[in-house]
C-alpha cells in the first residue's frame, strides 16, 4: 500500500480534475443526426444498411465512432494527429471492403475497433521498415508527449490547467513506456471503456490473457507512476 | 458489478488514471472526408439472385448448354414428351390454364392461316388417343 500512498496525489489531482469533453464540431450535422435521430438504431443495421450504398446511415455510423475511435487512434500513435486522422479514414474504408468477414452475431464496436488496432499495428511495422520509427521505442522520448492533445478548458484556472497538462503528460508517458500489447489492452479497456469481453474480441485473444495482460499493463504503470519523475 | 472491482486499489487507480485522460477532439470534417474517401474507393455489391446471374465461367457455360441441348434433345421423343407434358399438365399447371393457352395458340395460329384441322382430326392423323375432352365452349367456337 506504499506505493499505492505515493501515488495518490498524482492521482487524486487527476481526480480533481474534470474529464475533458468534446467541443461540437460546427459542421457535423451528421454527428448531431445519429445523436438525436437515430439512437435507437443499432450499429449492425447501419453498417449493413451502408453495405447497400445507404450514404446516410454510413454517415451516421462514421459519426457515432468518430470521437471515441480518434481519441484511440491518437494515444495509440502516441499523439500524432494527422496519423490518427488517416488511420480513422483507413479504418472505416477497410471496413467497407471487407464487410464480409463481419461476424453478424458479434457486435459492430469490437470489429471496427479490432481493424483500427490491427491498422496501427500494420502502420508501425511499416514506419519500422522505413527506419522512421522502432516499434517499441519509438514514443518514448520526450517530444512525443507534446504532440499529445492539450487538455480540453473546463473553466479552471491557467496553474491547474497547466498542471493537468503535466500530470497528462507524466501517465502519457507511462503509457509509452509500455509494450504495445500492454498500451493497447489497457487503453482499450480503460480509456475506450470496453468490456473486458469486448476487449478480447477485438485482440482475437482469450479472456485469460487479456486479464493477465491487462494486469500486468496496470502493475508497470502504477510502478511508473509512483516513481518520482525526473 | 464493475469488471475493475476485482483489481488492487493501485491497479484500479493507475487505470482510472488513463480513463481521465483527455480526448482529442478530431478535426470538424473527418466524417465528411472519410466519407469522400470511401465513396472514392469503394461501390457497394448489389446483390443478384443466383438464377439470375451470369454464368461467366467458360466451364460452367459448356456445362449449361449442354444441360439444355440434352433436355430439349429428348423432347423429341413422343412417347417421352407425352408422359411428361400430360404429368405437368396434370400435376404442374392444371388443365385449366393447359385448356386456355391452346385456345389461345390455336386462335393465334389459325386466324390467317390455312385451313385449320379439328384437334380430333389431327390426333388421328397423329395415331394420339386423346385422353380427355376439353369443356371449353370458346376452344370448340375457335376450332369451327
Known amino acids: 500500500m506504499a506505493g499505492a500512498a505515493a501515488l495518490n496525489p498524482l492521482l487524486a489531482a487527476f481526480g480533481g ?18 445523436e438525436t435521430v437515430a439512437p435507437a438504431i443499432a450499429d449492425e443495421v447501419l453498417f449493413e444498411k451502408a453495405q447497400r450504398g445507404d450514404r ?70 511499416k514506419r519500422k521498415v522505413r527506419g522512421e520509427v522502432t516499434l517499441d521505442n519509438g514514443a518514448r522520448n520526450k517530444d512525443d508527449t507534446a504532440r499529445m492533445p492539450e487538455p480540453a478548458s473546463t473553466g479552471e484556472c491557467p496553474g491547474q490547467s497547466a498542471e493537468r497538462r503535466d500530470e497528462e503528460q507524466v501517465v502519457q508517458r507511462a503509457l509509452t ?54 | 458489478m464493475n469488471e475493475n472491482d476485482e483489481l488492487d ?5 493507475a487505470g482510472e488514471a488513463v480513463a481521465r485522460l483527455s480526448k482529442a477532439t478530431p478535426s470538424s470534417d473527418l466524417v465528411a472526408r472519410t466519407m469522400t474517401n470511401i465513396h472514392s474507393k469503394w461501390v457497394p455489391v448489389k446483390r443478384v439472385f443466383w438464377m439470375l446471374r451470369p454464368i461467366t465461367h467458360p466451364l460452367a457455360r459448356v456445362a449449361a448448354a449442354a444441360l439444355i441441348i440434352f433436355t430439349l434433345s429428348s423432347m423429341i421423343n413422343m412417347e417421352l414428351a ?33 385451313p385449320a384441322y379439328l384437334q380430333t382430326e389431327l390426333d388421328a392423323l397423329m395415331g394420339i388417343e386423346r385422353r380427355y375432352t376439353s369443356m371449353s365452349s370458346r376452344k370448340s367456337q375457335s376450332r369451327s
Open chain 2, 9 to 13: 486499489p493501485r491497479l484500479q487507480q
Open chain 1, 177 to 230: 513506456n509500455l509494450t504495445p500489447l500492454e498500451r493497447e489492452v489497457i487503453l482499450l479497456h480503460f480509456f475506450n471503456s470496453m468490456t473486458l469481453q469486448e476487449t478480447c474480441e477485438t485482440l482475437s485473444v482469450p479472456l485469460g490473457t487479456v486479464k493477465s495482460r491487462l494486469h500486468s499493463a496496470l502493475n508497470r504503470l502504477s510502478t511508473m507512476l509512483c516513481r518520482p519523475q525526473p
Open chain 1, 17 to 34: 480534475a474534470t474529464i475533458a469533453h468534446h467541443e461540437a464540431a460546427p459542421s457535423a450535422k451528421i454527428a448531431r443526426a445519429s
Open chain 1, 56 to 125: 446516410d446511415s454510413l454517415g451516421v455510423l462514421i459519426a457515432r465512432y468518430e470521437k471515441p475511435l480518434f481519441a484511440v487512434l491518437v494515444r495509440m500513435t502516441s499523439g500524432d494527429m494527422s496519423r490518427a486522422d488517416d488511420l480513422f479514414q483507413e479504418t472505416f474504408l477497410h471496413a467497407m471492403r471487407s464487410a464480409g468477414t463481419f461476424n453478424r452475431k458479434m457486435s459492430f464496436k469490437p470489429w471496427i475497433t479490432a481493424i483500427a488496432v490491427n491498422l496501427v499495428r500494420d502502420d508501425a511495422r
Open chain 2, 82 to 114: 407425352d408422359p411428361i407434358g400430360s404429368h405437368i399438365e396434370r400435376r404442374i399447371v392444371g388443365r385449366t390454364l393447359v385448356g386456355k393457352v391452346e385456345n389461345l395458340i390455336d386462335r393465334v395460329l389459325v386466324r390467317n392461316g390455312p
